[in-house]
């Protein structure tokens, strides 16, 4: 089911990029987006980017198609189908997308708690664009080729194509140290962030720091540094017991397992978007030289940011592989029995 669900919404946005081409309206990308700055696609010429959408799209409809047949391609045919999915893959949640999907994800508790009150004052309209829709509707694409993708890879080397048992096996022994490395780099955004509330000019002059308190922009810094404290301790739940078992001070939950998709979601969504924001900053001439300025320290914790998205990835693949439970298509594994207390060196 997951083969055609992935064929069809290939062959949706070929159709969009096809309309886009035909039109010349519409291409969320190159000169005529608002916030090109910082997207990898900013220069984008779209007479040739709309038809080059188009083609890519309607090719891997066809891959994917050839995936759902009953025939395995074997040697050179199934390196070659593999090879074109994993780079369409790879572009649709790392290039396609830009920091504004992780800019957004760390505003949403801000935007809602300062909405009653009208702060920030903002134009939501100019925020939830066509343009940010689109890199939200290639991302669920991305991740819906990539388990699309994963099962027939499993499937073609022998493995099972639901859990990718023996092929993907666990638990994994570098779990805990993955994972404190996706703990411990937002908390180098979040120490200038608080620091600035605070009045201390961290990484910045004195007059840039004014210049933020004046304009107000300070309090959205802290917002976004409380976050990313937040996103660091949610991260610590992937080898905790309370990552695992509702702790007791949930009324009503206390005790229950954690739901597995209820940590792996928002951490597998987490590592993609920062990940797509670490390839746009890059790919900007301007976030390097911005660096090399006196107040260059405020925006160079994103260089950290490639070695976050690929740790939380792991940390999150480690979670996963040491709490599923037996696989219901090929029975292989553990059942999931009452609740076990785990403890941080005993989880591996």
């Known amino acids: 089911m997951t083969k055609f669900l992935a064929a069809g919404w290939s062959a949706a946005y070929a159709t969009i990029a096809l309309g886009w081409t035909i039109t010349g309206r519409g ?19 779209p007479g040739i980017g709309a038809p080059l959408f188009a083609a890519v799209l309607a090719i891997t409809t066809v891959v994917l198609l050839v995936m759902a047949g009953r025939e395995l391609p074997r040697g050179p045919a199934r390196t070659a189908l593999l090879t074109w999915m994993w780079l369409v893959i790879a572009a649709l949640l790392l290039v396609v997308p830009d920091i504004r999907l992780l800019m957004i994800t760390g505003y949403v508790p801000i935007l809602i708690v300062g909405f009653p009150f009208g702060y920030p004052p903002v134009d939501y309209s100019e925020i939830l664009t066509w343009v940010l829709g689109n890199q939200a509707f290639a991302v669920a694409g991305g991740l819906l080729l990539c388990r699309t993708v994963l099962r027939w890879q499993f499937r073609t080397a022998g493995a099972c194509a639901d859990c990718g048992r023996p092929a993907l096996s666990g638990p994994v022994r570098w779990g805990p140290a993955v994972t404190y490395v996706a703990a411990v780099i937002p908390l180098l955004y979040a120490v200038s962030r608080v620091g600035w509330a605070l009045g201390i000019p961290v990484g910045v002059t004195p007059e840039f720091l004014d210049e933020l308190r004046r304009t107000g922009l300070v309090w959205a810094g802290l917002g976004l540094g409380l976050f990313a404290i937040a996103g660091s301790i949610l991260t610590l739940g992937l080898v905790q017991r309370w990552g695992e078992v509702f702790p007791r001070w949930m009324v009503g939950l206390a005790g229950r397992r954690v739901p597995i998709r209820l940590a ?3 951490a597998t969504l987490v590592a993609v978007f920062v ?21 260059g320290l405020a925006s160079a914790p994103w260089v950290t940011w490639p070695a976050w998205s690929v740790a939380l990835g792991a940390a999150t693949l480690a979670y996963y592989l040491r709490r599923r439970p037996a696989c219901e298509m090929c029975g292989v594994g553990d059942p999931p029995a009452g609740v076990v207390p785990v403890t941080q060196a005993g989880a591996y």
Not at 33 to 39: E, I, Q, Y
Not at 275 to 295: Q, Y
């Open 27 to 45: 291409f969320p990308f190159g000169p005529d987006d608002p916030g090109r700055d910082g997207s990898p696609l900013r220069n984008l010429d």
């Open 275 to 295: 990940g797509s924001a670490s390839v746009a900053l890059a790919a900007d001439p301007e976030s390097w030289r911005t660096i090399l300025t006196p107040d």
């Open 264 to 266: 792996t979601i928002p």
